[in-house]
C-alpha cells in the first residue's frame, strides 16, 4: 500500500462527516493549551484548525503523504504555530518530539500497523498520549462488497480488478497487541458504529473511500466506476460505517525504543 494523492478540494467540500465524527476524538485530549501535538494524517487541515482552537498557546505539527492534502491544508491554515510536512507516517521523522498524537479517518489507510505504531512512539515525549480514531473491523462493509463485485467486471478489471483493497480494518484485540508490542500502555481501544448522510452521496464516496482506485483510471472511467458502485448499492443515500478508537499512552519511564 503506498500513500495515494488525495483530490484535496473535493475532499475538503464533502467531509463534514469526518470532522464531525473527529470532534468526539478531539473531545478526549483533555488539553491544557500549550502543548504540541501531532496531527498524524492531517488531510486538507479541516480538522487540523479544531485542533488548533485548542492549543491558543501551544502548536500543531501537521503530516500527511498526500502532496495535494498538505498543499490544501497549507494554504487553509495561515498560522505560524503550525508546521507542515508530507511524509509517510510509516517513516515518520520529526524533529522534535511531541506531548501528544491526534489522528482521525487516516490508520486504516496503512498497512504496517506495527511500523506505524512503533513511530508514533517515538515521535511522542515519554508520558505522551495517542488519541486516534479511524476504520476498524467491519467498516464500510456494503462498499467492500460492492467493490469486490465491479473490480471484477469490464471494463474495470483490467486496472483495479488485480489490487488489493487499500484498507487495513483492525479489530481493538489485534491493535491493542500491536500498540503493545511497539512500546504503548493501552488505555482502551474500541469500536464504534456510525453513519454517514452526505449531501452528495457519490461525492463523497468518490473523494474519501475510492482515493486508492481514483489514482490508478481515468477521469471518465473513474466516474464510470463510481456510477457503477453507486447502482450495486443501490444508490444510497446513506453510508454505514464502523470506527476504531484508540487511547494508548508511551510510558514515562526510561526506555529503549530508539
Ligand atoms: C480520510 S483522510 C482524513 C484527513 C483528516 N484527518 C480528516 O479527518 O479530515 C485520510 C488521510 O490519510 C492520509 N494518509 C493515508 N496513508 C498515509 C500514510 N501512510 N502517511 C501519511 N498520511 C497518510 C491521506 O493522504 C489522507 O489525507
Redesign the pocket.
Known amino acids: 500500500m503506498s500513500?495515494?494523492d488525495?483530490d484535496a478540494e473535493k475532499y475538503t467540500r464533502v467531509?463534514s462527516p469526518?470532522?464531525e465524527w473527529?470532534e468526539a476524538v478531539l473531545g478526549r485530549l483533555e488539553l491544557r493549551g500549550d502543548e504540541t501535538i501531532l496531527d498524524a494524517?492531517?488531510?486538507s487541515g479541516?480538522?487540523t484548525e479544531l485542533l488548533l482552537e485548542m492549543l491558543p498557546r501551544g502548536t500543531v505539527v501537521a503530516?500527511?503523504?498526500?502532496p495535494a492534502?498538505v498543499e490544501a491544508a497549507r494554504k487553509r491554515i495561515d498560522d505560524p504555530r503550525v508546521s507542515f510536512s508530507c511524509?509517510?507516517?510509516?517513516e515518520l521523522e520529526l524533529a522534535e518530539p511531541v506531548d501528544g498524537v491526534f489522528s482521525?479517518?487516516?490508520f486504516h489507510?496503512?498497512a504496517d500497523h506495527p511500523k506505524l505504531f512503533s513511530r508514533l512512539l517515538r515521535a511522542l515525549k515519554p508520558g505522551g498520549r495517542i488519541s486516534a480514531q479511524c476504520g476498524g473491523a467491519g467498516n464500510v462493509a456494503a462498499i467492500v462488497e460492492a467493490l469486490r463485485t465491479v473490480t471484477a467486471e469490464a471494463p474495470f478489471r483490467e486496472t483495479v480488478g488485480t489490487m488489493d483493497e487499500p484498507w487495513n480494518f483492525a479489530t481493538p484485540e489485534q491493535t491493542r497487541s500491536r500498540l503493545r508490542e511497539a512500546g504503548f500502555e493501552v488505555a482502551d481501544c474500541w469500536l464504534e458504529e456510525r453513519r454517514a448522510a452526505p449531501d452528495d452521496p457519490q461525492e463523497f464516496l468518490e473523494a474519501?473511500g475510492l482515493a486508492a482506485y481514483r489514482e490508478r483510471l481515468t477521469p471518465e472511467r473513474f466516474r464510470a466506476f463510481s456510477d457503477r458502485l453507486m447502482e450495486v448499492m443501490g444508490w444510497p443515500e446513506s453510508f454505514d460505517y464502523v470506527r476504531l478508537n484508540i487511547e494508548a499512552t508511551r510510558p514515562k519511564e526510561a526506555t529503549n525504543y530508539e
Open positions: 500513500v495515494s488525495w467531509a469526518q470532522q473527529a494524517g492531517c488531510g479541516g480538522v503530516v500527511d503523504g498526500s492534502m511524509q509517510d507516517l510509516t482521525n479517518a487516516t489507510w496503512i474519501s
